[in-house]
């Protein structure tokens, strides 16, 4: 016999409590899965609508948020619907294994109007900021600096006192009037032998009765006159054919001047002082390489910081309404995540889509590391991947980067008190890879900017002769960087997230450096060409007023010793006249 009225009691009990399960199966998958995402974060985590449906393991969320430990007032992740396949078998035993999760509308970084950390709560190890700012543009050290000093050396001097021509004319302008006023004493003073002998023949035919013996010497002296002025006329057309001499002595020596220049073998050239290409590569990237750095390695620890916290103390928010607690909260593993979404690297918005496999709270559980990987859309086409690995006795992080065609926004590089670059905008292929076990952090990332245009804006004060000339230099430089539409720049890392360190090589100081050197080189000809140029019409000047010079006095020398040679002879006729004359009166 069926008691129904037993039956129908149970049957009453049996729906009242399925109800209640039905009922209460959302708020308390709810409470379970916040326990378990904020485990994952270690920060506030906040849900919009949670739905669960226990016969076929779905789970359907909106507007998920997850507070970033390391900025709680900033999201790690924000997402505008989620939907999850849970593994109900596998949630009877304590354990939640997504077997795949989908996202829409992800987006990174995203303020909150409230702060997501717990009170008291202190922040794990594992997701400790990074101190890289501290080597962030740092007071940059004057490079270079030898470089400088030496060229504005050679700048500044003047190559004119190095001119053979300069050294010939200056001879020739302190030998020539010291010569010729030579032999104008010399004539003078024999027109003053001249004149004492015709007044010493004066007195003798006078007095026909002096002494014959004077008579002879003074015929002696008329002699030796007309030799001296024989010679001094000698001497003087010598003089004429040295002047010939020194006149193509300069002509040459200014022919050799002109060979020096088209030659370029001035002692003092800005050519034979280098610029060190790898200072100069320095000067002008380090503060973009940190950039760059500091971006990379703020995405690796954005994946870092997604990764559950193995080893930190959950402590809930004690102010919600509902609390569960378990002796050990269950291992959360999320076997395959896809989302879609926008993100920022570097400043620059994205739209990407990618997945992330084997995130676990119990990493050891798992037999395969977490793996990511990222590709954004449009032009911009960015890949990031990823394998984080906490299943051995060290964490092990590698991150590959890879951005074949990135668009760059124009900047400066350099110093405004050195050198200073514009860089337009092009574009840029990177390349990287970042390794990071336990502590110690090493890797490399490689930018080759492209389809781009370099100019140099301004350089510092090289010259005080420079100044007025230094756009034309400007120009010269640039015309030379017209043919350069790209530089390769490699980073490589070193040291810790904490303690970040680079070390960069470009060939950039290399395209400058020969730019530079070539325009001042250049500027350093045209100016010494200019100057030899004043200094040969100087020259030809000083030669042109110096051979009037010459000329004159040399005329007026010739007439007086051709006169002098005249007067001479008629004295020594005299001279023998008298002294014949004077032995026959005795």
């Not at 939907?83 to 996202?103: C, G, H, P, Y």
């Not at 006023?181 to 004539?187: G, H, L």
């Not at 002509?251 to 034979?272: C, E, F, P, Y």
């Not at 060409?529 to 040969?536: D, G």
Request: hydrophobic letters at 40%; a neutral charge.
């Amino acid at each position: 016999m069926i008691r129904w009225r037993s039956l129908l009691l149970r049957l009453l009990v049996l729906s009242l409590f399925a109800v209640s399960a039905y009922c209460l199966a959302t708020p308390i998958s709810r409470a379970l899965f916040l326990r378990a995402t904020e485990r994952v974060v270690g920060a506030e985590v906040q849900l919009g609508n949670f739905e669960i449906s226990l016969g076929t393991g779905q789970v359907q969320i909106t507007n998920w948020q997850l507070a970033d430990s390391r900025e709680p007032s900033r999201n790690l992740f924000q997402a505008k619907q989620a939907m999850l396949q849970i593994q109900m078998d596998e949630l009877w035993q304590r354990r939640w294994v997504i077997e795949r999760a989908f996202f829409e509308g992800v987006q990174f970084g995203t303020p909150r109007s409230s702060r997501g950390n717990f009170p008291n709560q202190p922040q794990s190890a594992d997701l400790a900021m990074p101190v890289f700012e501290r080597q962030r543009n740092p007071a940059a050290p004057l490079v270079l600096e030898d470089w400088w000093t030496e060229t504005k050396i050679i700048l500044d001097a003047d190559p004119r006192p190095e001119m053979e021509t300069v050294q010939v004319t200056q001879d020739l302008e302190r030998w020539w009037p010291a010569e010729l006023s030579k032999f104008e004493d010399n004539a003078a003073e024999l027109q003053q032998q001249s004149a004492e002998l015709r007044r010493e023949l004066g007195k003798l035919q006078q007095n026909p009765l002096r002494d014959r013996r004077q008579a002879a010497l003074t015929a002696q002296r008329a002699q030796q006159l007309g030799e001296d002025v024989l010679a001094a006329r000698k001497s003087l057309d010598q003089l004429w054919k040295n002047w010939e001499k020194d006149k193509q002595r300069l002509s040459q020596a200014s022919l050799r001047d002109q060979q020096t220049m088209q030659l370029g073998s001035i002692d003092l050239s800005v050519g034979a002082v280098e610029i060190n290409p790898q200072q100069l590569s320095q000067l002008l990237l380090k503060v973009y390489a940190e950039e760059w750095t500091a971006a990379t390695l703020d995405w690796l620890q954005c994946f870092q910081a997604a990764l559950p916290a193995v080893k930190t103390k959950f402590e809930g928010n004690q102010k919600r309404g509902f609390d569960v607690r378990f002796r050990e909260y269950p291992p959360l593993l999320i076997k395959k995540t896809e989302l879609t979404g926008a993100g920022n690297l570097n400043g620059r918005l994205f739209e990407f889509g990618g997945q992330i496999n084997h995130l676990s709270t119990a990493p050891k559980w798992v037999a395969e590391p977490v793996t990511f990987s990222l590709q954004s859309k449009g032009d911009n086409a960015t890949r990031l991947s990823g394998i984080i690995d906490r299943r051995g006795s060290q964490p092990c992080d590698t991150l590959f980067i890879a951005c074949p065609r990135l668009t760059t926004e124009p900047r400066s590089l350099g110093q405004t008190d050195s050198i200073l670059v514009n860089w337009s905008a092009g574009i840029m292929a990177l390349h990287g890879q970042i390794h990071l076990q336990a502590e110690q952090l090493r890797g490399s990332l490689h930018l080759q900017p492209s389809e781009m245009q370099l100019q140099v804006q301004q350089i510092a004060p090289l010259s005080s002769k420079l100044v007025n000339e230094l756009p034309l230099v400007l120009q010269s430089i640039n015309r030379t960087l017209q043919n350069v539409d790209g530089f390769d720049l490699s980073i490589e890392l070193s040291g810790s997230l904490q303690d970040p360190r680079f070390r960069l090589t470009s060939d950039l100081g290399a395209l400058l450096s020969d730019a530079v050197t070539g325009a001042l080189e250049k500027h350093q000809k045209d100016s010494t060409s200019l100057q030899l140029a004043a200094l040969q019409t100087l020259r030809q000047q000083n030669l042109s007023r110096l051979e009037t010079v010459v000329l004159a006095r040399y005329a007026q020398l010739k007439r007086t010793l051709e006169r002098d040679l005249v007067q001479v002879a008629e004295l020594r006729t005299l001279a023998q006249q008298t002294s014949q004359n004077s032995g026959q009166i005795r």
